[in-house]
């Protein structure tokens, strides 16, 4: 079974900072990797997807790498600004399963001080 | 496209007791998935959908719930005899249904059941 862990489960930062979101995952027979945004009390919004042969993704001030290899992926926000404060959740679809069954993380959730 | 949207937005009741939610996707999207959400914690995959065929359920999804989607369209989660344990958000998602793609998630039912 897929377990996929985001460390560390919080972060707070000041504004203007680079932010650096990890995401590690145990078996490597991925679909893709997706990384999603959740406000409180809201749904998510998907930010960045990676496909399995891809190495990185970008929009904006997002980057994201994927390393199938150490089951790895790495979010990267440039520059951070308050509006950035949110729960950050990678999640990853196996092979084997469905199209839209995705393994979560359980989120980074982070703070971006003015 | 005036994405996912779901109905209602909270729901309080007393245990023992049937709860139904409303989920309406994205008109154009065949696809349409139900996650649960507990605090702290990331989704949790229940179900999926393409068009009105319910093509896969989670061990999660226990005899007191039940999931449809008649004619395709909106989806509806039922849970009967609710109890404490069943507290948390429920999420819906949808897409096209192609590989690769982004889900598009509403922004949830938070159930609360005392």
């Known amino acids: 079974k897929q377990e996929v862990t985001q460390i560390p489960a919080a972060l707070s930062v000041p504004e203007g900072e680079n932010l650096v979101l990890n995401c590690s995952f145990t078996?490597?027979?991925?679909?893709?990797l997706q990384w999603f945004r959740q406000d409180p009390g809201k749904g998510l919004t998907s930010l960045l997807l990676?496909?399995?042969?891809?190495r990185e993704q970008t929009s904006g001030r997002l980057n994201a790498s994927l390393d199938k290899s150490s089951g790895r992926s790495t979010l990267y926000i440039a520059a951070s600004q308050p509006g950035d404060s949110a729960t950050y959740l990678c999640a990853t679809i196996m092979t084997t399963d469905s199209w839209g069954k995705f393994q979560f993380g359980a989120g980074t959730q982070v703070v971006v001080t003015p | 496209d005036t994405g996912v949207s779901q109905d209602p937005r909270h729901k309080i009741t007393k245990r023992g007791q049937n709860v139904t939610f409303r989920c309406d996707p994205i008109s154009e999207h065949n696809r349409l998935y139900w996650y649960r959400q507990t605090l702290g914690q990331g989704p949790e995959f229940l179900t999926y959908f393409q068009n009105e065929a319910q093509l896969e359920k989670s061990r999660l999804l226990s005899d007191r719930f039940s999931a449809e989607r008649p004619k395709g369209s909106f989806s509806t989660l039922e849970i009967q005899r609710t109890e404490q344990g069943d507290s948390a958000m429920y999420l819906c998602?949808?897409?096209?249904?192609?590989?690769?793609?982004?889900?598009?998630f509403g922004s949830g039912t938070q159930l609360s059941v005392l």
């Open positions: 990676i496909q399995s042969s891809q």
């Open positions: 998602a949808s897409s096209l249904g192609v590989t690769n793609e982004k889900l598009f």
């Open positions: 078996d490597s027979a991925i679909y893709n």
